[in-house]
């Protein structure tokens, strides 16, 4: 995202209505309600916020609204380009009725098709190729959405309780999943089949997302209800290392292979060390709980989103960016 993108209390709430910085130099208002999630344009010349309003377009760095867009969904919860950057998917729908995805056109966002995928609100989605999403939503389940057809190719079930965030590894061939049932999950994208499941954590896990690209196995990070940040390999089911934050994470982003940014309950980013395992530096963001986190894909900043539309710009250091 939430991607993108969320505890049971944080996902009732939503449906219902860095770091070592510089300075915080653009702030934004979407309206007031609450940023369920917000994602960089493929040129990261606009940033995309998605709320109960609808979308937002706003130009980076400034955060000047560029125009708001309409969705079906009274609830888009999240946001994702295609492989190729010419789509853009929006998941969302009805709390406990209908999960949506809604597939725009970039950079027109002309709208080309909508697709009813799940019985409960979707959380997460992730592109497999260019014409097939996959979706998670509150009702457990994953699918595998087929664009041309509209139709579910593959129905991945073993969570007990929603699913909350969704990130892809090893070219796409691998999807890992993180749930409110405590648990993350490993599947074959290619077969549909249940890999592994790892349940370490000891509350709801809130978002994984994957680190760049490096020699090795495939490393992703998970943040959950029980403060920790664990750094995984995913495909051999093994966990590297934790840390323990004073507040909970409610969205990560890495900045590089060695970095994560995690936006937090207590609207402030920290900035994370994943081998040393320490705390870098602290900044205050939102004012309120801070849902979503972006990083810049020039790291041109950092971008935070939280309760009552507030987003906000907060610029990197040299020393950060050289850590590689």
Not at 267 to 287: F, P, Q, R, S
Request: aromatic content about 4%; overall charge negative; glycine content about 6%.
């Amino acid at each position: 995202m939430l991607n993108s993108r969320k505890d049971s209390t944080f996902v009732c709430w939503v449906i219902c209505v860095l770091l070592v910085a510089t300075s915080t130099t653009s702030t934004a208002s979407a309206a007031d309600s609450h940023i369920s999630d917000i994602v960089f344009s493929p040129d990261g010349k606009q940033l995309i916020a998605s709320s109960n309003e609808g979308l937002a377009i706003y130009r980076w760095p400034d955060l000047s609204l560029i125009k708001r867009i309409s969705t079906e969904s009274p609830h888009p919860t999240c946001l994702r380009f295609s492989p190729t950057q010419s789509y853009l998917a929006v998941g969302g729908g009805i709390p406990s009725e209908s999960g949506k995805i809604e597939i725009f056109n970039w950079p027109t966002l002309t709208k080309t098709k909508t697709i009813m995928a799940h019985s409960d609100q979707i959380m997460s989605l992730a592109w497999r190729d260019n014409n097939t999403v996959i979706t998670a939503s509150l009702d457990h389940d994953i699918r595998v959405i087929d664009l041309q057809n509209g139709e579910s190719k593959q129905l991945l079930q073993g969570h007990s309780r929603g699913v909350i965030d969704l990130c892809l590894i090893n070219n796409r061939s691998t999807l890992v999943s993180g749930s409110l049932d405590q648990s993350i999950r490993v599947w074959d994208t290619n077969s549909g089949a249940l890999q592994r499941t790892s349940s370490n954590h000891t509350h709801p896990v809130q978002a994984v997302a994957v680190a760049p690209s490096m020699d090795g196995l495939p490393l992703m990070a998970s943040a959950s209800d029980d403060r920790t940040i664990r750094i995984w390999q995913p495909t051999i089911g093994r966990l590297v290392r934790f840390i323990r934050l004073e507040t909970t994470p409610l969205d990560i982003d890495w900045i590089d292979s060695k970095t994560i940014a995690a936006s937090c309950k207590d609207g402030k980013v920290h900035l994370i060390d994943t081998l040393e395992l320490e705390v870098l530096a602290t900044h205050e963001a939102i004012n309120g709980w801070a849902f979503c986190i972006a990083c810049h894909p020039t790291l041109d900043g950092i971008a935070v989103a939280g309760e009552r539309g507030q987003i906000k710009r907060i610029t990197l250091d040299s020393e950060t960016t050289n850590r590689e």
